[in-house]
């Protein structure tokens, strides 16, 4: 897969902005997000970062539909995010992938798949189990979908593998692939790279770009993984204690006097390597280090 570094020549015209007004977010006496307001350009990478605690987690809530915010607004075209449910989104073109994976384990990658196209499929689960002809024409083109995309996730050879023998990374780009058959406008990523060493980190920013540049759709991802952010963001909102502190490209927000200030003393040390190259690889990439966040494949059905 080769990584365009270019905005794609031709950014869809279906897909609006996403417009944060002055989104405020509280739990009791905690204010996890204090007025924040940025918007995603269409057929962008817009990454949201910042220390622990800053709000990043609360923020992805609200843009899928799960929090709902005190004040303000998310505009998603004519759509009020903030106030959907996160069952609706898929029906406005809006998808998320799990920082935890929510995959189904004995089932495989293909079966997967198929759970997003749900919402997509006219004849529905029950036509589809009693084999009506509808059902069957209609199972065939979703089928033919799902292998092209999962084709495009590099996971073609892996279609009838039961998705709970495959690597952590394969795992991370199932989800990533099952979110994408929804056909999204919006994909909306939860920390893609946690837990991944630095070979599947590479992996994952590469198929990232491609999303952006094959798809040409917008894609939001919270991250904790500085290098990876800044080498394939268009965009970049900083957050520290629930206030917007930054909001810029990656060089601008990386020079950023408060930005560095807010890394700094967060006493992270990775994030604390905002100021210093910013190609550099991750340090995680030790094959016997623990996994920050390993697979929790469950068997629960994943609604899309
Ligand atoms: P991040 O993802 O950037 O680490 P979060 O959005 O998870 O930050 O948290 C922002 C702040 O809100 C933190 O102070 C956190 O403790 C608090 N917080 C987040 N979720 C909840 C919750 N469900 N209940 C109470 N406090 C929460
Ligand atoms: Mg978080």
Do not use: W
């Not at 903030?82 to 609706?88: E, H, L, N």
């Not at 980190?201 to 919270?222: F, K, Q, Y």
Request: aromatic share 4%; net charge negative; proline share 6%.
């Amino acid at each position: 897969m080769t990584a365009p570094a270019a905005l794609p020549g031709q950014i869809r015209d279906d897909i609006p902005p996403v417009v944060v007004d002055a989104v405020t977010v509280r739990f009791g006496a905690i204010t996890a997000l204090n007025a924040v307001s940025f918007t995603v350009v269409p057929g962008t990478i817009h990454a949201i970062i910042g220390p622990n605690g800053a709000g990043k987690s609360t923020m992805f809530n609200v843009l899928s539909g799960v929090y709902k915010a005190a004040e303000g607004s998310v505009l998603f075209g004519e759509h009020r995010l903030d106030q959907m449910r996160p069952y609706k989104i898929a029906d406005i073109g809006v998808a998320r992938a799990f920082q935890n994976i929510a995959l189904s384990a004995t089932q495989s990658v293909a079966e997967n798949l198929m759970l997003g196209r749900h919402h997509l499929t006219r004849a529905g689960f029950l036509a589809s189990g009693l084999r009506l002809p509808k059902a069957t024409s209609e199972g065939r083109k979703h089928g033919a979908r799902v292998a092209e995309i999962a084709e495009f996730m590099e996971l073609g050879n892996k279609l009838h593998t039961p998705v709970g023998v495959l690597s952590y990374g394969d795992q991370k780009r199932v989800e990533v692939a099952r979110a994408l058959c929804t056909e999204p406008r919006l994909l909306l990523l939860d920390e893609p790279v946690a837990g991944m060493n630095s070979e599947e980190t590479a992996r994952m920013a590469d198929a990232i770009l491609e999303i952006r540049s094959a798809l040409g759709i917008s894609v939001v991802l919270v991250e904790h993984d500085m290098g990876m952010v800044m080498g394939i963001a268009d965009q970049v909102t900083v957050l520290d204690f629930g206030r917007l502190i930054a909001d810029g490209t990656p060089a601008q927000v990386q020079a950023d006097p408060e930005v560095i200030r807010a890394y700094l003393g967060s006493g992270d040390d990775d994030l604390a390597s905002i100021g210093e190259d910013a190609d550099a690889p991750p340090d995680d990439d030790s094959p016997g280090a623990p996994r920050a966040d390993s697979p929790r494949v469950t068997t629960e059905e994943s609604s899309p």
